[in-house]
């Protein structure tokens, strides 16, 4: 089964995580990292309802951990 891959640029801004789809038209936000991977997963499920596409299910959700800098 082909799975799809939505890659999205993170960077916080004051006390949020924000994360914008390359390609898509895909933003959210979150006070921290969990937050934002579970709205992220919100918000492609949410962009995707309704378009025609094979399978809302074949997208492959990927854990990130990243580096903090002060």
Known sequence: MKSNIISFKISKEGKYYTASAV????VTQGKTLDELSKNIREATEL??????????NNFDFISLNLPLHA
Do not use: A, L, N, T
């Open 23 to 26: 390609g898509f038209f895909i």
């Open 47 to 56: 962009y995707f309802e309704g378009k025609k596409v094979k399978s809302k």
